[in-house]
């Protein structure tokens, strides 16, 4: 199978020369092991190991001298997939990198870093780490229409362009199946959703179930569904208590350990006055829309759903987080609210989605935000092909913009589907 280029590739590379230990991480499904062995096939004297090989695990665990003598001694770059399975990892990394300066060491795993390795402390400032997502739109577009992503990228698509019945076409099938790759290279729609059952079934289950040891998947199941139905808005912990039959402090743990898996997102509120903005309850995203889509048993088009606004939301917020910005959204207690806040450089930027062909008039809730905060540039996403800008007032200017751009705006060096971060 043709290999997909990652954009998380071109952001490794500026760090490759550092000597720290490269963790990636990410949910299940999501390439880690395919961006692996392409990295590994690329260089000379490195090897490539996956602690799924019991062997291998227990030569890591509990010989380490034998490890290094097979694994390390003869070459200059090791790879490590799955490294989540290693009990004492951190530690373990650690004598890696303090006894054995030159050799790079690259490892991957499912979950958060600090899920994933099991004693960070130990690799304090040793240690840099990247996530890895199913594949953003403009991975999709590399993979199912390379020359349209060409065109988007060089800014070159006009807005009278009959091309942008085409991206909207393929977007719409990013947002109704996702962005998991094996499912994206698909093109017959049964096997989309077969794939997905699998990824839910195999994967996501068995991830909580080896995190927090389930017996049952009855409470959970519940629970992802109650989740679903409720992407865009507040969450409403007594209701979901009542729905999935947790209690709250089991259900804020498992609503943690749903973050730290790459299922579920909580975007938090902005605020700065407590007496009118709201300050507390979160909303809920999926990190991916098919596998929210597969567990609603919901694949209909944009046009024929309830839940389309939702979606549309589901798809900027998602493509924002991937490059590390600070997102909030914005809600008043008279019930004013702005979808998103994104700040940068210490700057705010307010973002409308509309699920809509037809967004002619200023969203109310920009003027309200201007009142209380100072901005520059603020942004409404919605499905209208053609782009403009209006004048808020004499120092803000408001950008209308295809929902799809949001993935094309940012030109710098470190878009796409990563985050990272040194621990």
């Not at 990892?89 to 650690?94: I, P």
């Not at 794939?195 to 389930?214: P, W």
């Not at 979901?240 to 350990?257: C, Q, V, W």
């Amino acid at each position: 199978m043709e290999y997909i280029a990652r954009d998380l590739e071109r952001t490794i590379q500026k760090y490759w020369a550092l000597p720290q230990i490269i963790a990636i991480v990410g949910p299940r499904r999501s390439g880690k092991t395919t961006l692996l062995r392409h990295l590994q096939a690329q260089l000379e004297n490195s090897i490539y190991i996956s602690f799924e090989d019991q062997k291998v695990l227990a030569l890591f665990n509990q010989d380490m001298e034998s490890f290094v003598e097979l694994y390390v001694k003869n070459n200059r770059t090791i790879f490590i997939d799955e490294f989540h399975y290693a009990v004492e990892g951190g530690k373990q990394l650690k004598y890696l990198f303090d006894f054995f300066p030159g050799k790079k060491v690259i490892i991957s795993g499912s979950s958060s870093l600090d899920l994933m390795v099991k004693a960070v402390k130990h690799l304090v400032g040793r240690i840099i780490h990247f996530e890895l997502f199913p594949f953003s739109f403009r991975e999709f577009l590399r993979a199912k229409s390379p020359e349209l992503l060409s065109v988007l990228e060089r800014g070159r698509l006009t807005d009278e362009s009959p091309l942008h019945e085409r991206i909207f076409k393929l977007w719409q099938e990013y947002l109704i199946f996702g962005g998991y790759p094996e499912v994206v290279l698909q093109s017959d729609r049964e096997i989309k959703i077969k794939l997905l059952e699998g990824i839910y079934n195999t994967y996501l289950l068995r991830e909580v179930r080896d995190i927090i040891g389930l017996s049952n998947d009855f409470k959970f199941v519940k629970l992802l569904k109650a989740l679903s139905l409720q992407i865009g808005n507040l969450i409403n912990y007594n209701e979901l208590s009542e729905l999935s039959g947790y209690d709250y402090k089991t259900l804020k743990a498992r609503l943690n350990i749903l973050e730290k898996t790459y299922i579920t997102s909580f975007i938090y509120p902005f605020y700065r006055n407590k007496h009118t903005e709201i300050v507390k309850n979160p909303k809920v995203y999926f990190f991916d829309s098919g596998l929210r889509n597969f567990i609603l048993s919901n694949y209909q088009s944009l046009d024929l759903r309830g839940d389309s606004g939702a979606l549309c939301e589901n798809y900027v917020v998602t493509a924002l987080k991937r490059t590390n910005l600070n997102v909030n959204f914005w809600r008043t207690k008279n019930k004013t609210e702005i979808d998103f806040i994104v700040q940068k450089n210490g700057e705010l930027s307010p973002i409308e989605v509309k699920c809509s062909k037809n967004v002619r008039k200023t969203p109310r809730a920009f003027y309200s935000f201007k009142l209380h905060y100072d901005f520059d540039q603020g942004v409404i996403f919605s499905l209208m092909k053609k782009t403009r800008k209006e004048q808020l007032n004499h120092t803000t200017i408001l950008n209308f913009l295809p929902i799809y751009g949001c993935e094309f705006q940012d030109k710098t060096e470190d878009r796409g589907s990563s985050r990272s971060g040194t621990v």
